[in-house]
Structures are given as structure tokens and as C-alpha cells.
């Protein structure tokens, strides 16, 4: 299944593959690779090892992929769906960015471009969460257009309803 990159005014996400997957998890970049110099980091191959879990186990996932965030056509962080939607239509995201893009407003705008994959892919919901010692985080899910639905003592939970 060909799934196409998302652009946004200034990003383009693009979606993952097994062999670009596996070389996230090996951090070894390939031919046509273009890595900012703190990408892969441990949050993506954390990620890309979970896609490639899914892969073996359930298939491919269709839009409910994880995405290189590339800028410039360079690849500074990730973005994507913990796997397909639950039983209630529910998809779970994460994202993250290496530290010499962050505060520039990417993440918000990468996540907005992801909540519409998942809306018009006929999700019920998508929601994340952030630690709670990560208020940058809370900043780009709310700016998304995310509510914060619960907190516990670790994490601040964050969903969206269609």
C-alpha cells in the first residue's frame, strides 16, 4: 500500500517504510537519507522499533504509520500512531523533535497535519500524553487543538474528539 507524505506550509511528514524503519533502529542512514545531526533520537527508534512490531504482528497499518518530520527535506524528529485505532475508534500519537528545531512551533504544526490524517481516516479520537515536567509538550498538543482530559502523578493526558 502506497501511503503518500503529508506536506504542511513548511514540513513535509513522510511516511515510514520497513527499510527506513530499520535503519532508524540500526541509527545507520542510507542512500537519500538526510538526517539533522541529532536524528535518529531515542524517542524515534523507540517508535520505529514499535512499527516495525506492528508490521510483524498485524500488517501493514496504513495511514496509522509513524512519519519522518522532515524540514527542508532533512529529517528532524517523528510523528506518528502507536498503531491502528482501538476498539472504540481511538488512535494514540507521539512525536518529538531534535533539540535544535524545537520552539519554533513544528511540532504543533506536524500534529495538526497528523490529527487531520487520522480524522479523515475516520477515527473517533486521538489522544497523547506528555510527562508532566514537559509543559512544551502540553503547549503543542492544546495548540493542536487537544484537551486535557486527566493527569496522574506522571503524565498529562491529552485527547481530541471528531
Known amino acids: 500500500m502506497k501511503i503518500e507524505s503529508v506536506a504542511t506550509a513548511r514540513l ?5 517504510n520497513r527499510d527506513e524503519a530499520e535503519r532508524i533502529v540500526a541509527r545507520e542512514s542510507g542512500d ?3 538526517w539533522e ?18 508490521l510483524t504482528e498485524r500488517g501493514d497499518p496504513g495511514v496509522f504509520r509513524n512519519y519522518e518530520i522532515r524540514l527542508d527535506g532533512v529529517a528532524v524528529g517523528g510523528i506518528g500512531f502507536h498503531g491502528p485505532p ?8 507521539g512525536y518529538g ?4 528545531v524545537r520552539g519554533n512551533g513544528y511540532a504543533s504544526e506536524a500534529l495538526r497535519a497528523i490529527l487531520e490524517v487520522a480524522r479523515t481516516a475516520g477515527v473517533t479520537g486521538v489522544k497523547g500524553d506528555a510527562d508532566l515536567d514537559n509543559p512544551a509538550s502540553h503547549r503543542v498538543m492544546e495548540a ?7 493527569e ?3 503524565l498529562r493526558h491529552f485527547y481530541r474528539g471528531f
Do not use: K, N, S
Not at 12 to 16: A, G
Not at 38 to 53: C, I, K, N, Q, S
Open 12 to 16: 513535509v511528514l513522510h511516511p515510514l
Open 32 to 34: 537519500g537519507d538526510r
Open 37 to 54: 545531526a541529532e536524528y535518529p533520537g531515542d524517542g524515534d527508534v523507540r517508535a520505529a522499533t514499535g512499527f516495525l512490531r506492528g
Open 86 to 93: 482501538d476498539e472504540l475508534g481511538v488512535a494514540t500519537i
Open 97 to 100: 523533535l531534535v533539540p535544535g
Open 144 to 150: 493542536a487543538g487537544m484537551a486535557c482530559v486527566a
Open 152 to 154: 496522574d502523578e506522571q
